[in-house]
């Protein structure tokens, strides 16, 4: 294979799914490329990565970093939006985020992430499309992709440092917009763990009578320096 095939980013076929048993789920069963092959197809337009460079920063965060450890997901985020870059048209496609967590980097998915039901795990397998919380490898691009600016990833950083963050900002409905996003993270960053609760449960309720899209950063950042006044 060339290096620039070797780059080339695939997706999973939905066909593909039926590979991924609980079994695998759990790492008793390892996928052989004969058996994703017939799976697998390239991305549209031959977009392609720097997928050298990924493998090289999965295998560092796998190696140094313990079983099941939150912190893998920030010291890998930045590498994979950077590495992986692509538009949000092409991240929008559910079969890549599928080809890489159950081809290319089951081990880093079990590494990060504990079996506790075959439900729980086959979303960090085989989520994505719309909900930015589920697939393992999706979430730290889409994450990356809203708190990124112009190169610089503090925010990121200071995002996976708080799992509270993660959880109650990018399983909400708002996630997908930028402004909304890097208010809430920047303005809550040193707050604790219940003002983040409390916070983002108000702010997301607020939104029914407020269009979202409409929201300027500045708008948004005003609301929810409102809304933390309130909560403390």
Known sequence: MTASNSNRLMRLAEDGQRLVSDQFLKGDVTLTEADVAPFVEPMPSGVKADLASLNAAVEVVVEEHGQFDTAMDGALAADVHQYLDVSRRVAGDPGLWHW????????????????????????????????????????????????????????????????????????RWFARYQPAVVAICDELSDEPSWVIDETTRRFNHALT????????????RDLIRRIISDVH
């Open 100 to 171: 890489l967590a159950v081809v290319r980097y089951p081990h880093f998915v079990r590494q990060r992430w504990e079996y506790t039901s075959e439900e729980a795990m086959r979303e960090k397998f085989l989520g994505a499309g719309s909900d930015l919380y589920s697939n393992a490898i999706h979430r730290l691009w889409w994450i990356a992709e809203l708190t990124e600016d112009d190169g610089d990833y503090s925010l990121t950083h200071e995002v996976f440092g708080n799992q509270t963050m993660v959880n109650k900002v990018f399983d």
């Open 209 to 220: 009578n407020i269009q979202l899209e409409g929201l300027t950063e500045t708008e948004a």
